[in-house]
């Protein structure tokens, strides 16, 4: 899937990427758009990719300017809570009405400092949900910083706690989102 689209007169591209695919590229990204960053641990970020297993077995979107990656996001799909990334975080018991899967999560989604407040992440969302959908996932679960809150209420997810620090940016808050795909 691509599709070309124009901000402030120049263009871009959204590109499903099929795996193995400009993954290193992705890992890079991370790190570039991550490592200025408050809260987060230096030594995490001093490595030049930001790769897990999970990006083996996950979806991903880039934007693309100029065929150079600006934006990133993945998501994955899981049948059990259990296995959605750092499940371990939140407690599962506070799902309540959502308990039950299968899940599509939300994760790693990344914009370069140069590239961001020209709605990337927006962009991003909406395929990412697109795809949720037309892969049958009940419900889809995002683990935002605080500034990502409002725009996911504004597609729908509802907030539902903080998680605990993740170890690559123990000074920073995580929230817990879900929303609903099986209305």
Same mark, same amino acid.
């Not at 641990?41 to 979107?61: C, I, N, V």
């Not at 998501?75 to 959605?84: A, G, K, T």
């Given at each position: 899937?691509?599709?070309? *689209?124009?901000?402030?007169?120049?263009?871009? @591209?959204?590109?499903? @990427?099929?795996?193995?695919?400009?993954?290193?590229?992705?890992?890079?990204?991370? !790190?570039?758009? &991550?490592?200025?960053?408050?809260?987060?641990?230096? +030594? *995490?970020? =001093?490595?030049? @990719? &930001?790769?897990?297993?999970?990006?083996? @077995?996950? /979806? /991903? &979107?880039?934007?693309?300017?100029?065929? !150079?990656? !600006?934006?990133?996001?993945?998501?994955?799909?899981? $049948?059990?809570?259990?296995?959605?990334?750092?499940?371990?975080?939140?407690?599962?018991?506070?799902?309540? $009405?959502?308990?039950?899967?299968?899940?599509? =999560?939300?994760? #790693?989604?990344?914009?370069?400092?140069?590239?961001?407040?020209?709605?990337? =992440?927006?962009? %991003? +969302? $909406?395929? #990412?949900?697109?795809?949720?959908?037309?892969?049958?996932?009940?419900?889809?679960?995002?683990?935002?910083?605080?500034?990502?809150?409002?725009?996911?209420?504004?597609?729908?997810?509802?907030?539902?706690?903080?998680?605990?620090? %993740?170890? $690559?940016?123990?000074?920073?808050?995580?929230?817990?989102?879900?929303? +609903?795909?099986?209305?």
């Amino acid at each position: 899937m691509k599709s070309k *689209f124009e901000i402030e007169n120049s263009e871009f @591209l959204l590109t499903k @990427l099929d795996y193995p695919e400009r993954l290193d590229e992705m890992g890079a990204l991370r !790190v570039a758009a &991550w490592k200025e960053e408050q809260g987060i641990s230096k +030594d *995490f970020f =001093s490595h030049k @990719l &930001w790769l897990d297993d999970e990006d083996l @077995l996950a /979806h /991903h &979107w880039v934007i693309t300017h100029n065929k !150079v990656i !600006v934006a990133a996001a993945r998501m994955s799909f899981h $049948q059990e809570y259990s296995s959605v990334p750092h499940a371990n975080l939140f407690d599962e018991t506070l799902l309540g $009405q959502f308990a039950e899967g299968p899940f599509a =999560s939300l994760n #790693r989604l990344v914009v370069l400092p140069g590239f961001r407040g020209k709605g990337f =992440s927006g962009v %991003l +969302d $909406q395929a #990412r949900i697109q795809f949720a959908q037309s892969q049958g996932a009940r419900s889809i679960i995002a683990q935002p910083i605080a500034s990502r809150i409002k725009p996911l209420e504004d597609l729908g997810f509802v907030y539902l706690g903080k998680i605990k620090p %993740l170890y $690559q940016m123990p000074e920073r808050q995580i929230y817990f989102m879900i929303k +609903d795909l099986s209305k």
